[in-house]
């Protein structure tokens, strides 16, 4: 139920409208993980919303969810280049200590290069595992919602 239609739209929509962040935050907290696997339907109950203003509160719903899709994606394939950056420093760092340890160095350093080494390659498996799962099931939240079916009614009915 929408008491002000003035806070469905952004302030700052511009040319191209978007919802406000207090009205996607209501939105996004609704829908869950079960929601994600069927068409979405958004139903805005408001009297004062006429045929005009329910084109541009559907197309600002699905301006602001295309933006946040592709900020995911962008997201995703950032973690993805990180995460192989950091396995791949972490390999370097894991075959330095095994040429020191087959030169006979100090154990103390060795030891400390192992720790380096594991560490990095513990926050690239966390990064692809557990992050990009995370971004993911966002992506696909926002993937509905940017093309879910929006209702309108009027509170009287």
């Not at 301006?63 to 995703?76: G, V």
């Not at 020191?100 to 290069?113: D, Q, S, T, V």
């Amino acid at each position: 139920v929408v008491n002000d239609e003035d806070s469905i739209l952004s302030s700052f929509s511009g040319n191209d409208p978007t919802i406000s962040n207090e009205f996607s935050e209501y939105i996004e907290n609704k829908t869950t993980i079960k929601h994600i696997k069927n068409q979405l339907t958004i139903n805005i109950i408001c009297d004062t919303i006429d045929e005009k203003e329910e084109v541009l509160y559907r197309e600002a719903i699905k301006n602001n969810y295309i933006l946040k899709y592709l900020e995911s994606r962008k997201e995703m394939i950032r973690d993805f280049i990180i995460a192989g950056v950091m396995l791949l420093v972490g390999i370097l760092v894991l075959t330095l200590a095994v040429i020191l340890e087959l030169n006979g160095k100090n154990n103390i350093i060795l030891e400390i290069y192992d720790i380096i080494a594991w560490v990095f390659v513990w926050e690239a498996t966390d990064i692809v595992f557990f992050k990009r799962t995370i971004t993911n099931l966002k992506r696909k939240k926002y993937y509905c919602l940017m093309n879910a079916k929006v209702n309108y009614k009027k509170k009287t009915q």
